[in-house]
């Protein structure tokens, strides 16, 4: 099983298929070839052994933002003729201006089996239905996860131009078994289904698989989701502009990184030296299309230090996704990270909440707003919490049921005033 190679043997696999990347690119794709050889790198013959990855510069956003604002529409990230591409897609934009990723048709069955390893990881079979709750739009989402699906021989359920309410109903009707969407819109779906006086844990509903958040990787979070299922909840992670990256295995202790797709590198955000925990730098292997070769992805994660209960010797995120290094928040000289608000708001009884960050002076202030009974006495033991784990005192205001926004894809809960 490739999972289980070791290091050396894993480590040639890559280093193969990153030169077979590197003469298919060099010389047909313009911005890697004027990248790579202002960096001294004329021919694939000169990367002579995996330490030379690091001979390659790294790539960041605004790099590929201003490629495609100087060559719209898409940028000269194109390895071949525009009529070889089938796919188009298009980043959400949450953390930034969107980025324009095409695929071939080559690419785009490398896509589904990115996505099919996640789904394996989580225990689906072809003998699973799998509900797509997703309005299929230029935005990858789950567009992914719902070629995974079909690759694996399992019958996919759109879920598209639906409200929630018919959603769930088609999920029962349809005798859906997994269901694939942000862990936000699944608490969403929860408190849809209380509504309608719905038990969502007595649906068919066995898993249930997230992606474009952390949430799935919040303890609370997952508690919630899975006591509110009945059903097994798993965390993924993945980029429209890189692929489908991280999935958890049966053991459930962080995210493994596909290292037979991916390369995977932890670098400290202020020296570039490897770390254990720091920015995730990756480069995929079969997008030869557009690839994207030592790409900072701005998601903070923490290399696990032990092996993993399940046997696989692919890399291990302790805990997931940590959170996106440009969402941390400086309160009062502490770094904040939304993700760690949230790992404490998600163990008490509130449906939603929101992260206010606004201006006093010179320095940031938060305000966490909950939809929670109680009024100020139900926000009390949150604010307590939040001191006791963050080591600084956050406001916190209960506001009215139902007057926060909900998201079917990425949620944006933190909110500059």
Known sequence: MAERLDGERLRDHQWRRLRALAAEVLGRNPFWTAKWRAAGLERADDLRGPEDLARLPLTRKAELAADQAAHAPFGTNLTYPLERYVRVHQTSGTSGVPLRWLDTQESWEWWARCWSVVLRGAGVGPADRVFVPFSFGLFVGFWGGFEGARALGALVIPGGGQDSRTRLACMESLGATVLVCTPSYALHLLEVAREQGIDAAKLPIRVTVHAGEPGAGIPAVRARIEAGWGARAYDHAGMTEMGAYGYECEAQAGLHVNETEFIAEVLDPATGAAAREGELVLTNLGRAGSPLIRYCTGDRVRVADR???????????????????????????????????????????????????????????????????????????????????????????????????????????????
């Open 307 to 417: 092996p993993c209960a399940c046997g696989q010797t692919f890399l291990r995120l302790e805990g997931g996704i940590l959170g996106r290094l440009d969402d941390m928040l400086i309160v009062r000289g502490v770094n904040v990270f939304p993700s760690a608000i949230e790992a404490v708001v998600r163990r008490f009884p509130v449906e939603e909440f929101q992260i206010e960050v606004f201006r006093d002076g010179e320095l940031d202030q938060v305000r966490v707003l909950l939809e929670v009974d109680g009024g100020d006495h139900g926000a009390r033991p949150v604010q307590e919490a939040l001191r006791a784990a963050l080591g600084i005192r956050l406001e916190v205001a209960p506001v009215p049921a139902g007057s926060l926004p909900r998201w079917e894809l990425k949620a944006r809960r933190v909110v500059r005033r």
